[in-house]
């Protein structure tokens, strides 16, 4: 499968606790975004980066949140002293930089709960 | 502040039928316009792209409109079949691509 992955898919963790997750996006893509979605709601923009560069990051994001794109490959999102607000789904995706407009890739995400 | 709004209620259809989704938005000046189809615990998957310079956009069963003086863009699944239930979401584009999204509507089409 050539698609985005992303790992762990599921997460429970307690409050105050640090947890990671990993994004592998398709491999020519030079794009990369996070997003995080509650239920009910459509997809919340959290930062994108372009090759290894983190371009943007929502004001939304509070200081614990990180984000790292190393190589300009696979990307890992960090909380830090995770709060029960932080449950949601995290989901990765993908594009190629070209014209505007391009379709993102999205992968299955990663559904963290705090308790 | 930017706001996009889609009708949060389920949409229930009969089989063969058109489905109309509608998605506005207020303080934005979008590039562009995408619709996303999204399926539980799943991520979302593209459908469609219209850009601000165009007035519709066809695939397949799936027609798209966007004005860009109403605010407003309309997501139609002609012939709809079961299979097409799911999260519609709309998301409007700007520079670096980044996405913002509206709520979704979900679709729900009764044999």
């Known amino acids: 499968d050539t698609g985005v992955s992303q790992n762990p898919r599921h997460k429970i963790t307690k409050r105050g606790q640090n947890v990671t997750f990993r994004c592998d996006p398709i491999?020519?893509?030079?794009?990369l975004y996070w997003y995080r979605q509650t239920l009910g709601q459509g997809p919340e923009f959290l930062t994108y980066f372009q090759n290894e560069a983190q371009l943007e990051k929502s004001r939304l994001l509070s200081d614990r949140f990180s984000a790292e794109r190393p190589k300009g490959s696979f990307s890992t999102l960090e909380i830090q002293r995770t709060e029960q607000g932080d449950s949601a789904m995290y989901l990765c995706?993908?594009?190629?930089?070209?014209?505007?407009?391009?379709?993102?890739?999205f992968g299955p995400g990663t559904r963290l709960t705090v308790l | 502040s930017q706001k996009i709004e889609q009708n949060s209620e389920a949409l229930n259809i009969q089989e063969g039928k058109t489905a109309t989704l509608t998605c506005n938005y207020t303080?934005?000046?979008?590039?562009?316009l995408q619709w996303y189809r999204q399926d539980p615990g799943r991520g979302p998957v593209f459908l469609l792209l219209i850009r601000e310079n165009e007035k519709e956009k066809r695939k397949e069963r799936l027609k798209v409109t966007f004005d860009t003086t109403l605010k407003q863009s309309l997501f139609h699944i002609t012939a709809s079949q079961p299979a097409d239930s799911a999260t519609y979401l709309c998301?409007?584009?700007?520079?670096?691509?980044?996405?913002?999204f509206g709520g979704g509507t979900r679709v729900l089409v009764k044999p």
């Open positions: 491999s020519e893509h030079n794009r």
């Open positions: 995706a993908s594009s190629l930089t070209g014209q505007s407009g391009v379709e993102q890739f």
């Open positions: 303080n934005y000046s979008p590039a562009y």
């Open positions: 998301a409007l584009g700007a520079a670096g691509n980044k996405l913002t």
